[in-house]
């Protein structure tokens, strides 16, 4: 696989961020698989993708930990 740096406009970036904080302001879906509900993961569906994520209240901080697509079996790749 091929590397490519990525660059990023400052619009880019401020989308990208108020994507992240739709996905911390919307409550998202409980994955289906108990060993992602324990782990207190969230899922936000996204048209055929699924973003998996993580919401910590106290420090207001959102975590994505992988965007996959809803087609594979995904609880093997977060």
Known sequence: MKV?????TDKAEDQ?????YYI??????????SI??????RVLI???HLVFYKVNEEDRT???YS???GKR????LI
């Not at 990208?16 to 992240?20: A, F, G, K, Q, V």
């Not at 409550?27 to 698989?33: A, E, H, K, L, T």
């Not at 992602?36 to 993961?41: D, I, M, N, S």
Request: overall charge positive; aromatic content about 10%.
């Open 24 to 33: 911390a302001d919307e409550s998202g879906s409980i994955p289906r698989y």
């Open 4 to 8: 490519y740096k990525i660059l990023r």
């Open 62 to 64: 959102v975590i994505i």
């Open 46 to 48: 996204l048209e055929k």
């Open 16 to 20: 990208l961020r108020d994507i992240i």
């Open 67 to 69: 965007i996959v697509d």
């Open 73 to 76: 079996e995904y609880k093997n």
């Open 36 to 41: 992602l509900k324990k782990q207190r993961y």
